[in-house]
Antibody, heavy 119, light 107 residues
Framework: QVQLVESGGGLVKPGGSLRLSCAAS????????MAWLRQAPVKGLELLAY????????NYADSVRGRFTISRDNAKNSLFLEMNSLTAEDSAVYFC????????????WGQGTLVTVSS | EIGLTQSPATLSASPGERATLSCRAS??????LAWYQQKPGQAPRLLIY???TRATGVPARFSGSGSETEFTLTISSLQSEDFAVYYC??????????FGQGTKVEI
């Protein structure tokens, strides 16, 4: 059974940093492309970043490029999102998800972790 | 970026009724469209991909159709557990592979 469990969210001040983690189990993590998405009340669902199976390739949304970094540790079945220079617009629920092999949609999601950026 | 417009924003229906949800794209997507279901406090769940292929474990009452710019998700007979928000996502132009704003199916 595929399981993705995010952690690391919380309340952070504007300009601050957070590191999100996603623990994966129940599937071949080291063979899977992974993504971070977020969901904010007004902006809806948004892809933030994705990473290929061996970490050689990453890609970011314009809204987070240069501030967020996606990484993974295949030995520990873990995905990470380092977030810097946070603003109120980054407040959202953050999800990790697997990218399907048969297309660029998301076949498994974690339950999400809430990030609130506020002074 | 490709825009996806979902309609209606809210659909009020009763258990046993048929529900038809629409997703319209600003450009052709061929068949590269997925549908997700999201219940309060939960993650989205993949229902349909490739316009009409049900994901593993999805009941047969869910079906998808359409092509190019017009797509439909149909729930043939609403069950109590189907009351949720439904999102379409295009992946013909990915990344970013935009999402619609959602249709809430309520009693």
């Amino acid at each position: 059974q595929v399981q993705l469990v995010e952690s690391g969210g919380g309340l952070v001040k504007p300009g601050g940093s957070l590191r999100l983690s996603c623990a994966a189990s129940g599937f071949a993590f080291s063979n899977s492309y992974m993504a971070w998405l977020r969901q904010a009340p007004v902006k809806g669902l948004e892809l933030l970043a994705y990473i290929n199976d061996n970490s050689r390739y990453t890609n970011y949304a314009d809204s987070v490029r240069g501030r967020f970094t996606i990484s993974r540790d295949n030995a520990k079945n873990s995905l990470f999102l380092e977030m810097n220079s946070l603003t109120a617009e980054d407040s959202a629920v953050y999800f990790c998800a697997t990218l399907a092999f048969s297309g660029s949609f998301y076949d498994h999601w974690g339950q999400g972790t809430l990030v609130t950026v506020s002074s | 970026e490709i825009g996806l417009t979902q309609s209606p924003a809210t659909l009020s229906a009763s258990p046993g009724e048929r529900a038809t949800l629409s997703c319209r794209a600003s450009q052709s997507l061929r068949s590269n469209l997925a549908w997700y279901q999201q219940k309060p406090g939960q993650a989205p769940r993949l229902l349909i991909y490739g316009t009409s292929t049900r994901a593993t474990g999805v009941p047969a009452r869910f079906s998808g159709s359409g092509s190019e710019t017009e797509f439909t998700l149909t729930i043939s007979s609403l069950q109590s557990e189907d009351f949720a928000v439904y999102y379409c996502q295009q992946y013909n132009h990915w990344p970013p592979g935009s999402f619609g704003q959602g249709t809430k199916v309520e009693i």
